[in-house]
């Protein structure tokens, strides 16, 4: 046989395998087709639009942005040394007389943003007063001290204030005689730094995804969003190579942390050296750059909206149909409704799921409805059926069947011989009548009968019911004897629920089960209403025992011969 026949077989045996009768074969054919055009389109127009153009935007606009937190953070101090110059040019500090000097600083405070911690004054000697503690100490030994008494204005390292204990910088300017010959004194602020955090969230323009740090020249936090880290944390810690950028006026780099991808930028600070303004800033943020890139894309996207939309039309005409129609079916038996079934008539997995859908719900209702042993309804069924008979009928009889000492059957016989035992009574029940009854199982050895007044042999079914119940019931399998016993109940009253029928049912059985000659018993009120009570007086005896309501009295016997206590009695009162 020559090859070329050969592969025409192969050829046309191949061909029903991509007739698209599988929902797998379209879904794969279309999100192909979608897939690949749209993703060359775009990815090529993309990268000849785009290569060049957001790098430069991005970095133009972040260095803007330190440029600015950089300004706004030297203004702040510009104006706090301004501030404190012209409060030491005034006539009050140059009289150097605390006294008249603390409540005008004191003031000064008070009216003052939070971050102001304290004022004080110094005298040349280091001695200094505070607007919180006079004679609060000795500062010459600061770093700034010698540099205000030398003329200068200085805002300090990051120190621990000695008489707060709170992390500060210190602003200082000198305090000049009268004729301004020589410094007499020194002004100072502390402002605090965890607090002047408050009122920094402008610098960063109140965007979460920002943040605006302030480090000194060994990398130590000046400010920072966390204030545990202010003059505990470095920068060092979060970036290893800060100490390589020593010296620079600007620069950036990018780190990684918990995933994401930040571009951190920095400048000195203007007019302090060393101190660098830090701006962490999500690469994410700069979408905006990326906007011209969208507006140049629109006419591709136009054009790709259009591609999608006639495959989508395909696609929705021959899958999304059904695929709708079965969910909305799936919703319906997930709300708790087990007669729903699916109709789609398909050959392939829709069709195969719809099939699959029904056993499964008729399966369902069979372990929802009914006993899986004994194919009756079960408890919940059974009730939902007694509401209904209550509806229909003005008379129902309603009997309960139980086998006594059930639990020692089970011990003895095993599961199995009971299982069995279950189902003979259950067939043995249901030949009490020749018309059909209701029959359900509600307990493990417990069954419910629905009798209808209505039936011309109600009398016959109760009489065959009692006969049944007057003697063992004999299984010859296992040569077993198995008393039964039964509680009736009739009901008349048309405002009495399924509930209420089936506890005077359980109120009968409950009283068959404690006679001695009659076991089959109608319900009662009088008993009902003492079980009631005893109930009742049980749990109320139970809660006075938890609560030690009993009291235990002791009374002495006495021997009226010799007056001697020979006993005693025990008394319990509640």
């Given at each position: 046989?020559?090859?070329?026949?050969?592969?025409?077989?192969?050829?046309?045996?191949?061909?029903?395998?991509?007739?698209?009768?599988?929902?797998?074969?379209?879904?794969?054919?279309?999100?192909?087709?979608?897939?690949?055009?749209?993703?060359?389109?775009?990815?090529?127009?993309?990268?000849?639009?785009?290569?060049?153009?957001?790098n430069d935007?991005?970095?133009?606009?972040?260095?803007?942005?330190?440029?600015?937190?950089?300004?706004?953070?030297?203004?702040?101090?510009?104006?706090?040394?301004?501030?404190?110059?012209?409060?030491?040019?005034?006539?009050?500090?140059?009289?150097?007389?605390?006294?008249?000097?603390?409540?005008?600083?004191?003031?000064?405070?008070?009216?003052?943003?939070?971050?102001?911690?304290?004022?004080?004054?110094?005298?040349?000697?280091?001695?200094?007063?505070?607007?919180?503690?006079?004679?609060?100490?000795?500062?010459?030994?600061?770093?700034?001290?010698?540099?205000?008494?030398?003329?200068?204005?200085?805002?300090?390292?990051?120190?621990?204030?000695?008489?707060t204990?709170?992390?500060?910088?210190?602003?200082?300017?000198?305090?000049?005689?009268?004729?301004?010959?020589?410094?007499?004194?020194?002004?100072?602020?502390?402002?605090?730094?965890?607090?002047?955090?408050?009122?920094?969230?402008?610098?960063?323009?109140?965007?979460?995804?920002?943040?605006v740090?302030?480090?000194?020249?060994e990398?130590?936090?000046?400010?920072?969003?966390?204030?545990?880290?202010?003059?505990?944390?470095?920068?060092?810690?979060?970036?290893?190579?800060?100490?390589?950028?020593?010296?620079?006026?600007?620069?950036s780099?990018?780190?990684?942390?918990?995933?994401?991808?930040?571009?951190?930028?920095?400048?000195?600070?203007a007019?302090?050296?060393?101190?660098?303004?830090?701006?962490?800033?999500?690469?994410?943020f700069?979408?905006?750059?990326?906007?011209?890139?969208?507006?140049r894309?629109?006419?591709?996207?136009?054009?790709?909206?259009?591609?999608?939309?006639?495959?989508?039309?395909?696609?929705?005409?021959?899958?999304?149909?059904?695929?709708?129609?079965?969910?909305?079916?799936?919703?319906?038996?997930?709300?708790?409704?087990?007669?729903?079934?699916?109709?789609?008539?398909?050959?392939?997995?829709?069709?195969?799921?719809?099939?699959?859908?029904?056993?499964?719900?008729?399966?369902?209702?069979?372990?929802?409805?009914?006993?899986?042993?004994t194919?009756?309804?079960?408890?919940?069924?059974?009730l939902?059926?007694?509401?209904?008979?209550?509806?229909?009928?003005?008379?129902?009889?309603?009997?309960?069947?139980?086998?006594r000492?059930?639990?020692?059957?089970?011990?003895?016989?095993?599961?199995?011989?009971?299982?069995?035992?279950?189902?003979?009574?259950?067939?043995?029940?249901?030949?009490?009548?020749?018309?059909?009854?209701?029959?359900?199982?509600?307990?493990?050895?417990?069954?419910g009968?629905i009798?209808?007044?209505g039936?011309?042999?109600?009398?016959?079914?109760?009489?065959?019911?009692?006969?049944?119940?007057?003697?063992?019931?004999?299984?010859?399998?296992?040569?077993?004897?198995?008393?039964?016993?039964?509680?009736?109940?009739?009901?008349?009253?048309?405002?009495?629920?399924?509930?209420e029928?089936?506890?005077?049912?359980?109120?009968?059985?409950?009283?068959?089960?404690?006679?001695?000659?009659?076991?089959?018993?109608?319900?009662?009120?009088?008993?009902?209403?003492?079980?009631?009570?005893?109930?009742?007086?049980?749990?109320?005896?139970?809660?006075?025992?938890?609560?030690?309501?009993?009291?235990?009295?002791?009374?002495?016997?006495?021997?009226?011969?010799?007056?001697?206590?020979?006993?005693?009695?025990?008394?319990i009162?509640?």
């Amino acid at each position: 046989m020559s090859k070329c026949p050969v592969t025409t077989v192969k050829w046309g045996a191949a061909m029903p395998k991509w007739s698209f009768t599988r929902i797998r074969q379209r879904v794969l054919v279309l999100f192909v087709t979608i897939v690949v055009v749209l993703t060359l389109f775009v990815v090529t127009t993309t990268g000849i639009l785009t290569r060049a153009l957001v790098n430069d935007l991005v970095e133009e606009r972040a260095l803007d942005l330190v440029q600015h937190q950089n300004q706004v953070i030297g203004l702040w101090l510009e104006e706090r040394i301004t501030e404190l110059e012209q409060l030491a040019h005034s006539s009050l500090l140059e009289s150097l007389d605390w006294d008249e000097i603390e409540p005008h600083l004191q003031r000064r405070i008070a009216q003052s943003e939070n971050y102001y911690l304290i004022f004080f004054v110094a005298s040349p000697d280091g001695e200094y007063n505070t607007t919180s503690m006079r004679n609060a100490g000795n500062i010459s030994d600061r770093d700034y001290f010698p540099r205000v008494f030398a003329g200068e204005t200085v805002v300090s390292e990051p120190l621990v204030s000695r008489s707060t204990d709170q992390r500060i910088i210190v602003v200082a300017t000198p305090i000049y005689t009268a004729d301004g010959s020589e410094v007499a004194g020194l002004l100072g602020l502390s402002v605090d730094l965890v607090a002047m955090l408050q009122d920094a969230v402008h610098l960063a323009g109140e965007r979460s995804d920002m943040n605006v740090y302030l480090v000194d020249g060994e990398g130590h936090f000046i400010l920072h969003d966390n204030p545990d880290l202010i003059l505990h944390g470095r920068m060092q810690n979060v970036f290893s190579d800060w100490d390589d950028f020593a010296g620079q006026k600007s620069g950036s780099f990018t780190v990684s942390e918990d995933g994401q991808s930040y571009r951190v930028f920095f400048q000195e600070l203007a007019g302090i050296t060393d101190w660098n303004v830090i701006v962490r800033v999500p690469t994410a943020f700069f979408d905006q750059p990326v906007l011209d890139l969208i507006y140049r894309l629109m006419a591709v996207c136009i054009i790709g909206i259009l591609l999608v939309v006639w495959l989508g039309s395909w696609f929705a005409s021959t899958i999304s149909r059904p695929i709708v129609e079965l969910n909305d079916i799936f919703k319906q038996g997930a709300q708790g409704d087990l007669t729903v079934r699916a109709e789609i008539d398909s050959t392939d997995e829709l069709g195969e799921t719809s099939a699959s859908f029904n056993k499964m719900m008729d399966r369902i209702g069979t372990m929802t409805y009914y006993d899986p042993l004994t194919g009756l309804p079960n408890r919940q069924h059974f009730l939902d059926l007694l509401e209904k008979s209550l509806a229909d009928d003005t008379t129902v009889i309603f009997a309960l069947i139980s086998i006594r000492d059930f639990s020692e059957l089970k011990t003895l016989a095993g599961p199995d011989v009971t299982d069995r035992v279950l189902k003979y009574l259950a067939e043995t029940l249901q030949k009490l009548s020749d018309e059909s009854l209701i029959m359900g199982r509600l307990a493990d050895a417990e069954f419910g009968l629905i009798i209808s007044s209505g039936s011309s042999r109600v009398l016959k079914t109760i009489d065959r019911l009692d006969n049944l119940l007057a003697h063992p019931l004999h299984y010859e399998i296992h040569d077993l004897n198995v008393n039964l016993l039964g509680g009736i109940s009739i009901s008349e009253d048309p405002e009495l629920t399924a509930d209420e029928f089936f506890h005077q049912a359980q109120t009968a059985l409950y009283e068959a089960e404690h006679s001695t000659d009659d076991r089959l018993r109608l319900y009662n009120s009088d008993t009902h209403r003492a079980m009631i009570d005893r109930l009742r007086f049980q749990a109320e005896i139970r809660t006075g025992l938890d609560e030690d309501q009993f009291i235990a009295f002791y009374q002495p016997v006495v021997d009226l011969k010799t007056n001697i206590i020979v006993g005693k009695e025990a008394l319990i009162r509640w």
